[in-house]
C-alpha cells in the first residue's frame, strides 16, 4: 500500500476514489460533516472544490492506494493564513474504506500527518472527533489530549445531533502527560 501526498492536479485525478472513500466513510456511520446517504457525485464536487486550498498551500492532502482496490484512506492538514497561528494545523478528514478496517492503515495515516506537520515547523495540532466514536480509541492511544465535549456540535449521517470531543497533541513531543477538562 502506498501512501502519497496530493497536490492540486494529483487530487483531481484521484477524485472519483477520494469521492468513493468519502460515501463510504458516511455510509458507514462516521461523521465527516455529511448527512447519509451521499450521493457520489456531491462528494467528488466536495473533493473538487479542497483543490485550490491544496493549491494555494492552505490544505494539505495524503491518500493511501493500493491496486486495483484504488483509494483506501486519507487525512489532511489545514494549515492556517493568519501570522499568528502558524505555528498550528488542524487534523480533517481522517477517513479509511471500511474494506481497509482493521489493516492499521487509520494509524498509518495520522502518523503521516503527524510527522509532516513537525516537518513544516507545526508545535500543535488539534482535531475534533465524534464522542464515543472509534477514532477516539485511535486518537487517544497515539498520544492525543481530549480538551472537552461540545454537546450537540454536529449531526451524524442519520442526522442526529452528537456531541464532539475536542483534541491537541504537539507532534514530535509523545504522548501527552496530562489531560485537561
Do not use: C
Not at 3 to 17: H, K, T
Not at 104 to 114: D, K, S
Amino acid at each position: 500500500m502506498n501512501i502519497e501526498s496530493l497536490d492540486a492536479a494529483r487530487l483531481r485525478e484521484r477524485l472519483q476514489g477520494l469521492a468513493e472513500l468519502l460515501a463510504d466513510t458516511v455510509d458507514g456511520g462516521a461523521s465527516v460533516g455529511f448527512l447519509a446517504p451521499l450521493d457520489r457525485a456531491e462528494a467528488a464536487v466536495w473533493w473538487r472544490e479542497r483543490s485550490a486550498a491544496v493549491a494555494a498551500g492552505r490544505l494539505a492532502v495524503w491518500v493511501a492506494h493500493e491496486e486495483p482496490a484504488g483509494v483506501l484512506g486519507t487525512v489532511s492538514l489545514a494549515l492556517p493564513d493568519k501570522p499568528n497561528s502558524a505555528h498550528r494545523a488542524e487534523l480533517v478528514k481522517l477517513m479509511v474504506h471500511r474494506a481497509a478496517h482493521g489493516r492499521g492503515l487509520g494509524r498509518r495515516l495520522l502518523t503521516v500527518a503527524e510527522e509532516a506537520a513537525t516537518a513544516r515547523g507545526v508545535t500543535l495540532l488539534h482535531l475534533d472527533t465524534e464522542t464515543g466514536s472509534p477514532a477516539e480509541r485511535l486518537y487517544r492511544s497515539s498520544g492525543w489530549t481530549p480538551v472537552g465535549a461540545i454537546p450537540d456540535y454536529a449531526a451524524d449521517p442519520a442526522g442526529v445531533l452528537r456531541p464532539t470531543t475536542i483534541y491537541y497533541k504537539r507532534p514530535g513531543a509523545g504522548p501527552a502527560s496530562a489531560v485537561v477538562g
